[in-house]
């Protein structure tokens, strides 16, 4: 996509984990600061070991809205306890669970280039956020980590009532900014909630294969910031 000869885009909507905020990076960070308080039998590397893939699988849940978000908060750290094999009261999951979600969104690790990318971008476009994250640590997110005075607003799934891929979301995102879908990018990291979500609306996208997904010919896919900032400044 040669975005200088495409027809005219004048508004981006970014997704934020995995594309701009690093979440491993930054989830990491936190089960850290939270495993200095606690005397596990496992070292912090074992435990995210199970974990990542866990939470993996049922944060897909949620995304496809077969969990609810108070049993998505649990049931990871439920499970991830259980392939370790370590016996735990309910107390001990609600109270990492909740500090794990008031310590997350205070990191501020950004993708290398990230911040960069978006400040040259907001000289040049309106610039949005359309995440299916929490809402109450999303807004903190972009605070912390420098992101918020380039963004118009925070979209959330939670202030739509649908996640994407559903085409609400981005109708919702498309009637906030007063902007047709040929106006209109998306930049995010998940094929089939970021790119083939915005494709089913008729706005274009491109992948921030963050994730090491299939390659794909829905559209651009790019792996860091530098070529994202490449494809823009473009002569």
Not at 61 to 73: A, E, H, R, V
Not at 74 to 100: A, H, P, V
Not at 161 to 169: D, E, F, S
Request: hydrophobic share 35%.
């Amino acid at each position: 996509m040669n975005i200088r000869n495409a027809n005219r885009v004048e508004t981006i909507f970014f997704d934020l984990d995995h594309t701009l905020w690093d979440f491993e990076k930054n989830s990491y960070l936190t089960f850290k600061s939270i495993f200095r308080e606690y005397n596990f039998p496992f070292s912090l590397e074992e435990f995210l070991r199970f974990y990542i893939p866990i939470n993996h699988i049922y944060w897909k849940s949620y995304s496809q809205d077969k969990i609810s978000k108070k049993k998505l908060k649990t049931i990871r750290l439920i499970k991830t306890f259980q392939s370790l094999k370590y016996d735990f009261k309910l107390d001990l999951i609600n109270e990492i669970s909740d500090e794990y979600i008031r310590r997350l969104p205070l990191k501020k690790k950004l993708f290398a280039g990230a911040l960069d990318l978006i400040k040259f971008l907001h000289s040049k476009y309106k610039l949005y956020i359309v995440t299916n994250g929490f809402e109450e640590v999303q807004l903190k997110k972009i605070k912390n980590s420098g992101l918020y005075p380039y963004f118009e607003t925070i979209i959330t799934s939670e202030m739509v009532g649908k996640k994407k891929p559903h085409p609400k979301i981005f109708r919702f995102a498309l009637s906030l900014a007063n902007q047709k879908p040929e106006q209109c990018l998306m930049i995010g990291d998940n094929t089939k909630a970021d790119i083939l979500g915005a494709l089913r609306v008729n706005i274009r996208a491109i992948h921030f294969n963050s994730n090491k997904e299939p390659n794909h010919s829905f559209c651009p896919i790019v792996y860091n910031h530098k070529e994202l900032y490449e494809m823009f400044n473009s002569k």
